[in-house]
């Protein structure tokens, strides 16, 4: 049956995203990389959305808080959607900073210039971007952002749909450009994690996830 208009729920979708939610819970206590899928951003509090059944991430900063006794938590988000149902879950929550990089205007049409708020930074990017300016605005507005809120851990919400060869959208990063990304979240709090979000070259997609890994881990 269909969730929503590009949601699709199967006989195996209950066990998958179960496990895709647990597996983001593991990264984030040990430090991880959660290859799952469904992915989970776009998902709300109360329903599915966008691809997405359960929010990976928001479940696993919450089993960070609670079984980590950690006190503050970013959430950065580069996919080339915006994380509207993280934005919607933590929207209220002073100790989840959410951060979001993303094609604007896009789907799902939320994450706008104007779309901010003590602990939610958008920072809308416009279509054709690529690795210079995602550093441009790693280095001048989310890092400083995330230096003043101090967090314990970073999960990222690891997108790859922002990649010059994917179907999906219109942005340039490549390769590299996912490496040192990766690389800055990496340095940005004493944990980090990340969970897989987007990507739709499935040819490239596994190469985009090493260069990744080799970001979070140099």
């Known amino acids: 049956m269909w969730l929503d208009y590009d949601t699709i729920c199967?006989?195996?979708?209950?066990?998958?995203?179960?496990?895709?939610?647990?597996?983001?819970?593991?990264?984030?206590?040990r430090?991880?990389?959660?290859?799952?899928?469904?992915?989970?951003?776009?998902?709300?509090?109360?329903?599915?959305?966008?691809?997405?059944?359960?929010?990976n991430v928001a479940v696993a900063a919450r089993a960070a808080q609670s079984r980590l006794g950690l006190e503050r938590i970013a959430i950065v988000d580069f996919d080339?959607?915006?994380?509207?149902g993280t934005e919607a879950i933590f929207a209220e929550d002073d100790s989840v900073l959410f951060v979001s990089l993303h094609q604007w205007p896009f789907y799902p049409g939320t994450g706008g210039p104007d779309d901010q708020a003590e602990t939610t930074l958008n920072v809308p990017m416009s279509a054709g971007s690529g690795d210079e300016e995602y550093f441009h605005a790693f280095e001048h507005t989310v890092e400083p952002a995330i230096a003043r809120f101090e967090p314990e851990l970073v999960l990222v919400s690891a997108g790859f749909d922002a990649?010059?060869?994917?179907?999906?959208a219109d942005m340039r990063v490549t390769a590299d450009g996912f490496r040192e990304l990766?690389?800055?979240?990496?340095?940005?709090?004493?944990?980090?994690?990340?969970?897989?979000?987007g990507g739709y070259d499935v040819d490239t997609l596994p190469g985009l996830v090493d260069a990744a890994l080799d970001g979070f881990t140099s």
């Open 31 to 55: 430090g991880g990389f959660a290859l799952v899928r469904p992915p989970g951003h776009h998902a709300l509090p109360g329903r599915a959305m966008g691809f997405c059944i359960f929010n």
């Open 163 to 168: 990649y010059v060869d994917d179907p999906l």
């Open 10 to 29: 199967t006989e195996t979708t209950w066990e998958a995203a179960r496990l895709a939610a647990g597996t983001a819970i593991e990264a984030a206590l």
């Open 182 to 197: 990766a690389r800055r979240c990496a340095g940005m709090a004493p944990r980090v994690a990340a969970v897989l979000e």
């Open 80 to 84: 080339v959607h915006h994380g509207n």
